[in-house]
Structure formats: C-alpha cells, structure tokens
C-alpha cells in the first residue's frame, strides 16, 4: 500500500541519498523480538567460540563416585549427568557442536546448491530439466530420513560429526537450488541482464556477477532460517544417536541422557530442550527481521 | 452551462515516515455540466491523487486536509468516506476509470458480474433487467457480439477492449460527471484514438461531463474545452484550450509546449528541454516550486511564497510573478 | 572508422524471426508467432532510421535480431559487410562492443547492486578496452562528462538517480566502447514529459558530435520518431509497411496505415486539430499468431478491395526512397 502511494506521487524522481545501512538498521531494531533474537544468537556465538575460557569444568572429564545425577547447587549450576558431569558445561560446549554443524552444512550446500539453481535458472532447457528433476528426486525425502539413511551408509568412512554434516548438506541442497532457481527466473528477465548479454558478456559473468548479488538478499534470509532448522535437525540426529561421537557434547544427545531421568533430575533435559527451542526461535525471528529489512521494495525509501 | 462540481482549495497530503508529502496543495477548479476539462501534468504532480480525493477514495499514509467539494450543492468531503452518501455518489453520480485495464477489473468475475453489481446496487434494477442494459452497454461502447461476450472474464478481452467495459461500467448509471485517470496511457495510439473518439461519443449522448486527467498535451487538444495544468500539487495556470495552447503565459506550460516534439513541426526544429527535475515533494520551500526551473524569474519570486492565480482575461488565470507576455510573443512551438 | 559517408552499416536482408508456442511436456510445436516476417531495410552511417508501429509489430524483435540477442529464423544481418546472422556466440561477443542497445526503463536496466561508474565501465571490462586501472578510471569519468552526469556521483547507486539521470547511466554505458550502432529501444517512453527533450537532444548532440554514430531509434510515438529520425519505417504486425524520409511522413504517407497512425496522434495545438482528418481504425490489431492471409492490415483497412487479401504486397520503391508496401497506392 505505501509503495502503491509513494508511486502514485513519485516523490522519489528526485533524488535524495538514503544510507541503505541506515534504513536497513531502523527497520531490522523495530521489532523488539528481533533484537532478543539477535541477542540470544549473539550469546551463542560467544559461548561457542570461547567455550573453553566460559564452561566452569571439563565437558569430557567424568565425577567421581558420589557426583553423578546432582541436582543444582552452587557448585553445579545446572547439577550433574550420570557419569557425573557438569551440565552448564556440556550445555556451553553443545552451542559449539550445534553452530558447527549449522554453520558448515549451510556453507557446504550452498556452495553446491546456489550455482546449480543458477545453472539450472539461467540456461533452461534440458541443463533446467536434469539438475530440477534431480532436486525433486532428492526432495522427496523427507530431511531426517535422508539423514539417517545416509549416516548408515557414510559412518564407515567418517567420524560421528561429519557424518551428521554430510547427511544435512545432502538433505537441504534441493532447498538451495529451489529457491535460487526461483530467483534466476525472475531476476534473468530484468533487462539489465539482457544489457549484459547486449554488451558481449559471458555466462560465466552474467550468473555469478550479476545474478548472483541480486539474489543474495533473499538467500541470506534463506541460510538464516536453514541454521535454525539444521540445528533442531541435528538434535534430532543426536537424540536419535547418530552424531558426534561419546563423549561429545550435543544438545540433542543430551535431551537424549537426561530424557531417562526425566522426573528427578528435570534440568538434565530442560536445559538442552530450552536451549534447542530458543537458538531455533532465535534463527527464525531474525530470519524474519532480515527478510523485512531486505525487502527491495522499500529501498530508496525513508 | 451551469457548473456541476466546484472544488475549493482542496488539499491532500501524505504523511510519510520521510516527512509530509502535499500532492495537492490547495487546488480550487470547476467543471460544467457537458464541459470536458483536461487535468495536465507529470507523474507526481498531484492530478490523480486531486481526483481521488473528489471521490474519497484516499487511504492511509494519504489524508484529505481541507477544503470543499460542492457537488449538487452539498460538500462531500463533510460525507464520511466509507459513509453511505459517499457510496452513493461514487459510481451513481461520479465515475471513474482508471488507466490499467489489467487490474481495475476483477479476475475472478465475468464481465456480466461485474456491470450489473452497479445497476441492480445504485439503480435497484432486477438481475434480468440489469443483465439486458449491461449487454446494451456493450454493444453501445463498440464490443462486437456483446450479447455472447458478457459472460466471459477479463482475461478473454484485450487491453482496448477491457477499457471499452471499463467505459460501460462507467456509464452504467448515468453519471453526472466521469473521470477518466489517463484512459489511454496503456494502449496503442490506434487504439487510443478510437476510446477518446468512443468517450467523447458517450460524453454528449449521455450528457454528462467528463476530466481527463493525462500527461499528453495532444490528448487533451484535441478533446478537452479547458485546461488546468499541474505542477507539484498546484495549479498554475488555467484556461480555455485556445488560451493554453495559443497563449501560454505560465513558464511551466511554455516550457512543456517548447520541449514536446510535434508531429507537423518543420525539419531541424530544436526542443527546448526543461532544465532539472520535478521536485521532491517532502518539505517544500514557500516559494514557487517552479522556481528552480524557471526561466523566466524575476526576484519577487525568491521573496515571496508561491504566487496566487492571477486573472489575465476571461477564464485564463496563471501563478506566476513574472511578465511572461513579451517573451510568449513569438509562436511556442512549431 | 571508415572515412566513405554514405556507406551501409547495417543492412537487413528478410529478417524472420519466428518463436515456436510449445504444447504439452513433448514441447510439441503447435505454432509460429511470427514477431518479425519478412523485414528489409538498409542503415547508412551517420544517419538515423526510426523503426514505429503499435505493441506487438515485432519492432523491438528486429532490433534485438540484429544484436542476435535472438537467433533470427531466417534472413542476412549484414553488420560492416559481415553477415552476422549465424556467427558463432564467441565471435558475436566480440562484435557486441561495435554495437549497443539503449533499453527503454531506466529502472529495470541498470543492476541495482552495481554503482553508477562500474556499470557504465562494464562493456569496458568485457572487451579489455581500457590498459590500466586509471585510464579506466578516466574513461569513465569521461562518459559521465559526455552524457553530462556529474562525475563525482560514479560511486552512487542507480536507485539514487531520477529517472532521466538513469536514462543517461544506460546512454552512457551504450557509448563506452564506442560503438558505431547504438539500438535504441523506446528509450525515452518511461520518462516524464519535461525529461524526454532532455534524453533527445543528448542523443542528437552525441550524434553531431561523435562521428559515424548510427542509431535505429525503435518508438511507438510518432512525434518523436519523425523529431529524431532522417528517415522512418513503419512496421504493422512484423513486417514493413512504408520507408520514407521524416519530412514526406507527415506530408505525404501513402500506406492506409500510416495514414490512420498519424492521425491517430494528436497534436499540442488546437488550432491544427481543429481541421484535422481523423481515420479512426475498426477493430484492434490481429495476433501474429493467426495473421491475416494477404496483406495482414486488409481487414481493418479502409481502402481494402477484395485482391487485399490474396496477394502479400511487396515493399516497392515510389522514388526518392520512399518505399510502400500496398497495392492500392
């Protein structure tokens, strides 16, 4: 409706410089949730990265006799596991895991994703119909199932964790491709892509040059979601107990653990369950916010 | 001819998150009964949103902040805008087309749907009744085998001829007067040539006047019997169309005649362009909004803020300080 | 550039372009839309053709033919004497610095994430016209000058220009690796009335002042088209129907549907329209997918006589270059 008005009296013929940095700013603050989200996101990239200076105790190093399942004290704030523990450490060191996992196969699909949907978008045909046709194949698949099939296949080459990445990277590469494929198509009919052909530029240049930035804003929006949802995939591998490997600490695996203890020792579950629930929240109400803030239509625009 | 529709200093602003946006800024103007005026200026200037206001059909950030608009004596922006004496007006009384014949018709509706909503609403006609005057109509409107077509959609007709039921629907009650925000901005100019002939048609059967509101000075040539010319939410000159076209005294409307190319000019003929840009309409300096552009200016006009309409002779009016008669001596165009 | 000033440029030779409509997930072909059906004309260096007619004639199909932005179905595109109509892409590429094409919104033909400079300087970089990192950098600024954009505004983003400044990015970008064709495809019809002049006489001043720059100035808008052109050829439904020079246009068109094409336009002045002949066309315009047998404008014309529809009339020279395509004249 704005731009519909703005249009209609085409304030904007003249030009006025509006800081794109600064119209992204105010629009991504408005939102109070936003700004929580990007806290809470904030605080696990902290406790991810200095894990090993935050986590009062060894994640890995085992209690003696008397300390497993301790309920919360001051000693152990969120209590002890049945090998006995510290789960605020194990919890601070699950954010690793989780953002590792999030972080390399969004990274790894999209690299493999992003230019197949270009490819596929930019030159039609029979390239669209093979690379297209294989996404959908893939797509079918639900994420989890592909996830565990392919962890039984690969766990024989790779380690608990990289099976796990391997497995999502596969299972969201369609995602990617999907969604850029979508972008091209659209994108590609601007004319300022046939400029480009007019003036002699390659492929090569056309797809990875132009069309590519054009459809980043709609992709970063894309990978924020992607993390939120990896993460929860991941502790649903490792809830499921495929992942990284004992005595590694992953949020899932531990829901996992203290899911037997569910009734006397409630944090052992509640505290990886919560942490799952909000970094996944988290990513999703950023997302959101990016995807306003992003939003051409309201850019050069107050 | 008696005047039908009087607007007083209207003004319509547009409350921004950048600021206030006055896209009309105090217009007064008048139509006739059976007069056909052409409402002229560029993108942005105001001429839509001035007619959209007449109709209350301005919505949020956009607000109607003054003035009158008498019509049969009442003022109708004392009427609420989603009032029932509004709706009874628009439609009824005053129609409007506007210039996508894509959008302004409801896909999902045949055409037949779509022109007896009005009769069986405003005229209180019976389904069978509405139904025989929608398909006369058409046929009158030129849609070949209207009887047979008025039960296809919008997507079965081309763009001329989803602006010919366009027409049809404004007609369908028999309005005093009907607006027609640039009609023809979206079609060829065969096709163009043949819905102004069509509406001029309709305009004298139907007695009822008519406002073209367009950016192309040829349209309204041709067609309208006066003229208000536009810029940045004011009218700044006004008149019949000999005076506008035979004596330009507004340098906006002199610069408009000087930069347009014409079709019968002599070889080599240089346009003059209008230096600069239309302005941005967000916090407007009191002085003339032309000023900028203007090459005719005087200093009163640095001094003063916008120049009120003055009376040259007859019904020609301008807004402007200057003397621009000694310089308009010579032919504007050609 | 050739010193000889009265040699072709360009010169098409019965261009078609016809596209396939596509049924079923066989991709059968069902039909042609014949965009561009036959289309002759000849461009000479220096000078200035005008290629009119409504939505749909196939004029913007020419003009991206001859930049073999599409692949013509059949016909020579003769481009400095090479027949460019089926050269491979690679050596098209190289071709594309010679020509360019002016697009008619400003808005949706720059690359809203390049700045201003880097998309004026791109055809720079594609063909390795500049040496170095400053003489690019001059070159640049130098365009800027030419289309007189101020060149402190190189590393602005399109969004920040008004419409006609945009317009004057996209001539500029045209001009980079100077051309000796510049297409230009409406490129003044989504501009507001006050800046249209402005683009026109920067178009027409560029002309006087580069020499040998051709331009096919492709325009529904009549007025402008006879304002900027040397000659006009007007198209109905892909194919031509009359060339003649600017001038005889307007005084003396010979096709019916020039005729009514004119007086379709109005003109600014009510003293002309007042003694005005107005041909108002019956009906609209057929689709180029189901043409009409013969001449394709014989059932909306109004000197039509049976023949019409028999016979495809031939562009054939009534003197002095003044070439029409119509039986009855």
């Excluded at chain 1, 893939?138 to 391997?166: D, N, Q, R, T």
């Excluded at chain 3, 561009?36 to 461009?43: P, S, Y």
């Excluded at chain 3, 919104?105 to 720079?124: K, M, N, W």
């Amino acid at each position: 409706m704005v731009e519909k008005h703005t249009s209609d009296i085409g304030f904007s013929e003249a030009p006025v410089r509006v800081s794109e940095w600064r119209r992204f700013r105010r629009v991504f603050f408005e939102r109070k949730l936003v700004t929580f989200g990007l806290g809470v996101l904030v605080l696990l990239v902290i406790a991810a990265f200095f894990a090993p200076l935050l986590a009062p105790y060894d994640p890995y190093e085992l209690g003696d006799a008397g300390e497993s399942l301790l309920q919360p004290s001051g000693e152990h704030l969120m209590g002890t596991d049945i090998l006995g523990r510290d789960t605020l450490s194990r919890l601070i060191y699950g954010a690793r895991t989780a953002l590792m996992v999030g972080f390399i196969s969004v990274t790894v699909a999209g690299i493999i994703g992003i230019p197949l949907g270009i490819i596929a978008g930019y030159f039609g045909g029979v390239l669209n119909m093979v690379i297209m046709r294989a996404m959908d194949a893939l797509m079918c698949f639900p994420m989890l199932l592909l996830a565990l099939f392919l962890a039984a296949v690969l766990k024989e080459y790779f380690s608990g964790i990289w099976v796990v990445i391997i497995a999502l990277s596969v299972a969201i590469i369609p995602g990617y491709a999907r969604v850029t494929h979508g972008l091209t198509l659209s994108i590609k009919e601007n004319d300022y892509i046939m400029a480009q052909r007019a003036m002699g530029s390659s492929n090569s240049r056309v797809m990875f040059r132009h069309i590519l930035p054009n459809a980043f804003p709609p992709l970063i929006v894309l990978v924020t979601m992607q993390l939120g949802a990896l993460i929860l995939a991941e502790a649903g591998l490792s809830f499921l107990g495929i992942g990284i490997d004992p005595p590694g600490a992953a949020w899932g695996a531990m829901v996992w653990d203290g899911y037997r203890y569910l009734a006397n020792n409630p944090v052992l579950w509640l505290a990886p369950g919560i942490a799952i629930a909000l970094v996944v929240f988290a990513f999703n109400i950023v997302g959101d916010g990016l995807r306003d803030a992003l939003d051409p239509r309201l850019r050069g625009l107050l | 001819m008696a005047e039908l529709l009087k607007v007083e200093n209207l003004k319509t602003q547009f409350n921004t998150e950048g600021g206030v946006v006055k896209a009309v800024d105090g217009i007064s103007y008048h139509i006739d009964e059976q007069e056909i005026i052409g409402l002229v200026g560029e993108s942005g200037c105001g001429k839509s949103v001035s007619q959209l206001s007449v109709m209350q059909l301005i919505s949020t950030p956009g607000e109607i902040v003054g003035g009158e608009v008498i019509f049969e004596g009442q003022d109708l922006l004392k009427y609420k805008a989603h009032g029932s004496e509004m709706r009874s007006i628009r439609g009824a009384k005053i129609a409007i087309i506007f210039q996508e014949p894509m959008t302004s018709l409801n896909p999902v509706l045949t055409i037949n749907q779509q022109l007896t909503e009005m009769l069986e609403l405003h005229l209180k006609m019976s389904k069978k009744a509405a139904r025989e005057r929608a398909i006369e109509l058409l046929s009158m409107v030129g849609i070949p085998s209207a009887k047979s077509r008025i039960d296809d959609y919008p997507h079965q007709f081309s763009g001329g001829m989803r602006q010919r039921v366009m027409i049809a629907m404004a007609l369908s009650c028999s309005p005093k007067i009907i607006i027609a925000d640039e009609p023809t901005t979206a079609v060829d100019v065969t096709t163009q040539a043949q819905l102004l002939e069509l509406m001029k048609d309709m305009v004298e059967r139907f007695k009822t006047s008519l406002v073209i509101v367009t950016h192309n000075l040829g349209v309204v040539a041709r067609y309208a019997q006066r003229i208000y010319i536009m810029y940045a939410g004011r009218i700044v000159e006004e008149g019949t169309t000999k005076d506008i076209f035979g004596k330009p005294r507004h340098p906006y409307t002199i610069g408009l005649l000087k930069c347009i190319p014409r079709l019968d000019e002599e070889e080599g003929r240089k346009l003059v362009p209008i230096e600069g840009l239309p302005p941005n309409l967000i916090n407007m300096p009191p002085t003339c909004a032309f000023l900028p552009r203007c090459s005719y200016k005087v200093g009163r006009c640095f001094q003063e803020s916008w120049p009120p309409l003055k009376h040259l002779h007859g019904q020609h009016y301008i807004s402007c300080y200057a003397n621009t008669e000694e310089r308009t001596s010579e032919p504007a165009a050609r | 550039m050739s010193p000889q000033q009265d040699d072709a440029i360009l010169d098409v030779k019965d261009l078609k372009m016809y596209f396939p409509v596509t049924r079923g997930i066989l991709r059968r072909k069902v039909a042609d839309v014949k965009a561009v059906d036959g289309v002759t004309f000849t461009l000479k260096r220096g000078e200035t053709l005008g290629l009119v007619g409504e939505s749909g004639c196939g004029k913007t199909t020419t003009g991206r033919c001859v930049l073999r932005l599409y692949q013509p179905t059949a016909g020579q595109i003769l481009f400095e004497g090479e027949d460019i109509s089926s050269l491979s892409e690679s050596k098209m590429r190289h071709i594309r610095s010679n020509m360019a094409l002016i697009f008619q919104d400003p808005y949706s033909s720059l690359d809203p994430r390049q700045s201003a400079g880097s998309i004026v300087g791109e055809p720079l970089k594609i063909h390795n016209w500049v040496g170095s990192q400053s003489e690019y950098k001059d070159r640049v600024e130098q365009l800027f000058r030419l289309v007189s954009l101020d060149p402190s505004m190189i590393d602005r983003f399109p969004h920040e220009f008004s419409g006609g400044q945009r317009q004057r990015i996209g001539v500029a970008r045209a001009l980079a690796c100077e051309p000796s064709l510049i297409i230009c495809d409406e490129p003044i019809s989504a501009l507001d009335v006050s800046i249209q002049a402005q683009i026109i006489n920067l178009l027409e001043e560029l002309q006087e002042g580069i020499k040998g720059l051709t331009y096919l100035f492709i325009a529904h808008d009549l007025s402008v088209v006879r304002h900027i052109s040397d000659r006009v050829a007007v198209m109905y439904l892909g194919r031509i129907v009359e060339i003649t020079k600017s001038r005889t246009l307007y005084e003396n068109p010979l096709h019916p549907y020039t005729k009514a094409l004119l007086s379709a336009v109005p003109i600014a002045d009510p003293f002309v329209e007042e003694k005005r002949e107005r041909i108002i066309l019956k009906g609209e315009v057929p689709t180029p997918l189901n043409p009409p047998s013969g001449c394709s404008f014989h059932p909306r014309c109004f000197m039509a006589v049976p023949e019409c529809s028999q016979v495809i009339p031939p562009l054939r020279n009534v003197g002095d270059g003044h070439q029409v395509a119509c039986i009855r004249v």
